[in-house]
């Protein structure tokens, strides 16, 4: 699915490249729970943005998919705002089986994320203040 073109750029087959970038994500959400819990984990990962798809791979030099999303199984996005699960700039994406919890260095990326994931999903993302 992906063609190694250099290496900082892939392209995939019959799809719109709108945003790469590297980013963190929790390993800990899921449906039932978004709970803190004492196995708080993130992992950085590189994230490729497509008209139809969100994908991940290991980081920008990797050729093998670690999974992706359908844009069109996002039912929510959420923009967090204050410190959560030890981050300061998160964003959740939620699909009917599990939700997904990244996090980025600055709000700039942030809003960056979630504006364009608004304009793909066409979705209105929600915020959510955080205090701990």
Do not use: C, H, P
């Not at 750029?9 to 490249?17: G, L």
């Not at 410190?83 to 960056?112: A, H, P, R």
């Amino acid at each position: 699915m992906l063609q190694k073109i250099s290496q900082e750029q892939f392209v995939i087959k019959q799809q719109t490249v709108l945003k790469l970038g590297g980013i963190y994500r929790n390993f800990n959400s899921t449906r039932e729970s978004t709970k803190i819990n004492s196995q708080n984990r993130w992992d950085r990962r590189y994230l490729i943005l497509t008209d139809r798809s969100l994908y991940w791979l290991e980081d920008k030099m990797s050729q093998v998919l670690k999974n992706s999303i359908l844009i069109k199984d996002i039912t929510k996005i959420q923009k967090i705002s204050g410190l959560y699960l030890s981050q300061k700039f998160v964003f959740k994406l939620y699909t009917q089986d599990k939700n997904y919890i990244y996090s980025v260095g600055t709000q700039e990326q942030l809003d960056d994320w979630v504006i364009l994931m608004q304009k793909v999903t066409g979705k209105i993302a929600e915020e959510e203040s955080v205090t701990l």
